[in-house]
């Protein structure tokens, strides 16, 4: 196997990154120096918050409070009690840690933008806690952190030791950004951003793997804080704790192409020495214009590039670096595997049993007494007209939605299980899919389907081998890198089985799979949903396509008005007067009596 530095793509990326050091070494001009050592700054906080702000969707707006923390911890225990910032920036980084989980626990619950303010209201309460203590921190006066110059004491006579120090912090950021985007976790935070119902019907505890993005960015923003103290050499409250810097760093990795690994780092490169420019010679109109350069910039790619840079460009880049020796090529496709083998054809014993569902919306009754079983291998049909509730009870067997009474079993080998939520649903072998479909839409085929399988593995390979083999089944192989926003309404609905199958239920409850897809589409799905139940899996499937619930069920159950209507095998149910009365009024039966 070619060793990973033979590939352009990691080569290139490594000499565009040690331009940051090799560009002011070469120039040795103390500005250059000085915008290098800002650069691998910014580009770090830009990057740590990219973990929180932009592959987990949580808008912080306050991060510099992790920043002044860090600053603040480093140079106080310099300046009290002699303490090296190396050791005190652990402190200020476990400080952060705290503060990051008291206000991400509460408030990561909840959806929408109260993470957003409680950072900015932190960022204040810190800030002004910081400036009332004055004669531990020097108030509004600031702090000066003594100048003993040396490694212990992080500050230095010469300008490349800081670069080299700088540098060190930002490569260590980077490298755990990226080790997130490529590791399950990264994957997790991505799907929460994107759809956090679709992540936790495939196990994704998604209040955790947010909060643990939030602690991770809050930890390395706090490392950079306290090298950046020592930098400055001099701490104040209204610099540290800045809303402007809280914005300014959320904004390179805006401009450079949120959640993506290097679009934080391409934002500060482009933005930030244009800025810093702007600084010196605007100055002279005023203090703050170059603030106008960054709102113009920040214009700009909004208007024209809403991805972000690296989010528009990378794929061209991709394109061009692919071309030189060793380049990555497209996999070709995988050789057909063989159909799965049929090994339940008769109906088991149960393996989801809902009993006595009750649930009120309000006055109105949406499940009333509702009890239904599903065996293994068996398909159930579930009908019923409109608004009778029928996904009010499959989001009850899944976990979206409490029962006010009633329970819901699962069966896990020998022993019956009662899961709480969508993720315990998940684990104890339950997938759903969604009405209305909920693609990741900005991961590719196969990382949708990957998503699912990293439920019983943390390994990419596995999770890929995983992927392909539901594919196969769903008939997505040949579309496995295409981005799943471009697929068409069929593949769509195909994907959601294989990001459902791929966590390995045992159940698939599929809600209206079919439901405007094209004949030649249905045909398919239908020739998919029996390879499913052929490979082991009980499926229960909300349908309103009554030719392909014939079809395919083995029982049928119709769900009227809230409650269980009959019960049966697909010809004595559809023939019932009781459900084509519910299904084409009184009028209807009595004409057809007549
Ligand atoms: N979250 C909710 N809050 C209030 N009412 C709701 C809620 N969810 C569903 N309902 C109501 O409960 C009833 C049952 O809805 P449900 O979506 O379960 O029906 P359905 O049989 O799946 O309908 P359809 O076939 O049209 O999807 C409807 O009257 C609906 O308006």
């Known amino acids: 196997m070619m060793p990973p530095i033979l590939n352009p793509r990691v080569y290139i990326g490594l000499l565009a990154l040690s331009a940051i050091l090799w560009l002011p070494l070469a120039l040795q001009s103390s500005f250059v120096y000085h915008l290098a050592i800002q650069v691998c700054v910014f580009a770090g906080l830009a990057t740590a918050w990219n973990i929180v702000g932009g592959f987990a969707g949580q808008l912080s707006l306050g991060h510099a409070v992790f920043y002044g923390i860090g600053s603040y911890s480093a140079g106080l225990l310099v300046a009290k009690f002699g303490i090296s910032p190396w050791i005190g920036m652990f402190a200020g980084a476990a400080v952060s840690s705290v503060v990051a989980l008291l206000i991400a626990y509460p408030t990561l619950r909840l959806r929408g933008p109260f993470f957003s303010l409680a950072t900015i209201a932190f960022l204040e309460v810190v800030r002004l806690l910081v400036t009332h203590f004055e004669g531990w921190t020097g108030g509004s006066a600031g702090l000066n952190v003594p100048l003993q110059i040396g490694l212990p004491w992080m500050i230095f006579r010469e300008k490349w030791a800081y670069l080299l120090v700088a540098f060190g912090f930002f490569a260590v950021t980077l490298l755990v950004a990226w080790l997130i985007r490529r590791s399950r976790f990264g994957f997790y935070l991505i799907a929460v951003r994107e759809r956090e119902d679709a992540a936790r019907a495939v196990g994704v505890n998604a209040v955790r793997a947010k909060i643990a993005a939030a602690v991770i960015s809050a930890v390395l923003t706090s490392l950079i804080g306290s090298f950046h103290g020592m930098y400055l050499t001099f701490l104040e409250p209204s610099a540290a704790f800045s809303l402007e810097l809280s914005i300014q760093i959320a904004m390179f990795a805006l401009i450079g192409g949120l959640g993506t ?54 794929q061209q880049v991709l394109r061009l670096i692919d071309r030189l020796p060793n380049g990555h090529k497209a996999k070709a496709a995988e050789p057909a595997r063989p159909a799965v083998q049929r090994i339940a054809t008769s109906l088991g014993q149960p393996i989801l049993k809902a009993e006595g569902l009750h649930k009120r919306f309000g006055g109105l009754k949406a499940t009333d007494d509702v009890s239904l079983t599903l065996h293994e291998g068996e398909i159930l049909g579930v009908i019923g007209p409109n608004g009778a509730g029928k996904t009010t009870v499959f989001n009850q067997l899944s976990g979206f939605i409490r029962p006010d009474q009633g329970t819901v079993t699962v069966r896990t080998g020998v022993d019956w299980s009662s899961p709480r939520s969508p993720e315990t649903f998940a684990r104890a072998g339950v997938g759903r899919t969604f009405q209305i479909v909920q693609p990741f839409a900005g991961l590719s085929v196969m990382e949708n389907i990957m998503l699912g399988a990293f439920m019983h593995t943390r390994l990419r390979s596995e999770a890929e081998a995983v992927a392909r083999e539901v594919a196969h089944l769903t008939d997505l192989t040949a579309l496995l890198d295409t981005e799943a926003r471009s697929l068409t309404v069929g593949g769509m609905k195909r994907l959601e089985v294989a990001r459902a199958l791929a966590t390995r239920p045992r159940v698939l409850l599929l809600d209206e799979v079919l439901a405007g897809l094209n004949p030649s589409d249905v045909a398919r799905a239908i020739e998919m949903i029996k390879r499913i139940r052929d490979s082991g899996v009980s499926v229960l499937m909300i349908e309103h396509l009554m030719q392909a619930t014939m079809a395919l069920s083995d029982r049928i159950v119709v769900i009227n008005v809230g409650k269980v209507l009959r019960e049966g095998k697909p010809a004595d149910v559809v023939n019932d007067p009781a459900v084509i009365e519910a299904y084409l009024g009184k009028g209807y039966t009595h004409a057809q009596a007549a």
């Open 261 to 314: 690994v290097a679009g934080p780092v391409v934002g500060t490169v482009l933005v930030l020495p244009v800025a810093e420019l702007a600084r010196g010679w605007l100055s002279a109109f005023g203090n703050g214009t170059h603030g106008f350069v960054y709102g113009m910039l920040l214009v700009f790619v909004v208007l024209f590039f809403p991805r972000g840079l690296v989010g528009h460009l990378s």
